[in-house]
């Protein structure tokens, strides 16, 4: 088994560049290459190219192909890197709305409704419009500063090891006071 993940499969182009820039150093050794200039006539060169010409880096990059195949049947991943997301700790505090983001949760049911065709992004729009417009921006700042304050607080507890208290949970679920779990939390303490 082949521990290094093999090197991609070149394509035609790539493999004419590759020639051309070999065939230039041995007639130039000692000359330095500026890449954007060599790449664009390279382009040039290329696009003059009939198909005719181009076979023969055809040909190389099918080779190159076979090569990478051939490589990659032998390939193993190292255990554990097949999956390069890293997963989310469902414990970590959501992170702290802005301004615009509680500006917007206010807003944006009434546009939807007004404009039951808008998409997303449609919504998105208008809501930035109103948002450049709006008079009235420090009440939604004191709401993400708090969010922030109560962020800030919840990771340094998650740091800590110290549980994240419920209540408080979620920048979603504060807005306009709101927390969605107080119901829950009142029905496990009758049960106990």
């Known amino acids: 088994?082949?521990?290094?993940?093999?090197?991609g499969a070149k394509t035609p182009y790539a493999c004419f560049v590759q020639v051309v820039r070999e065939e230039h150093k041995k007639k130039h050794p000692d000359e330095q290459i500026v890449f954007s200039e060599f790449s664009k006539r390279c382009s040039e060169k290329w696009k003059e190219m009939s198909p005719k010409e181009?076979?023969?880096?055809?040909?190389?990059?099918?080779k190159d192909k076979e090569r990478y195949l051939k490589e990659m049947d032998n390939y193993q991943p190292p255990?554990?890197?097949k999956n390069k997301r890293k997963i989310k700790d469902p414990n970590k505090p959501k992170g702290a709305w802005t301004a615009f983001f509680f500006f917007s949760d206010e807003h944006r049911k009434k546009i939807k409704e007004e404009n039951p065709e808008y998409k997303v992004?449609?919504?998105a729009k208008v809501l930035g419009k109103m948002w450049e417009a709006c008079?009235?921006?420090s009440k939604y700042e004191e709401q993400a500063k708090r969010d922030k304050e109560r962020y800030n607080k919840e990771l340094e507890e998650y740091k800590s090891g110290t549980p994240v208290s419920?209540?408080?949970k979620g920048a979603?679920?504060?807005?306009?006071?709101n927390h969605e779990d107080d119901d829950e939390e009142d029905d496990i303490e009758e049960d106990d």
């Open 54 to 62: 181009k076979q023969r880096f055809m040909d190389i990059a099918a």
């Open 172 to 177: 979603g679920d504060q807005v306009n006071g």
């Open 1 to 7: 088994m082949v521990d290094k993940k093999p090197k």
């Open 79 to 81: 255990a554990g890197t």
């Open 121 to 123: 992004g449609d919504v």
């Open 135 to 137: 008079k009235d921006k």
């Open 166 to 168: 419920k209540k408080t």
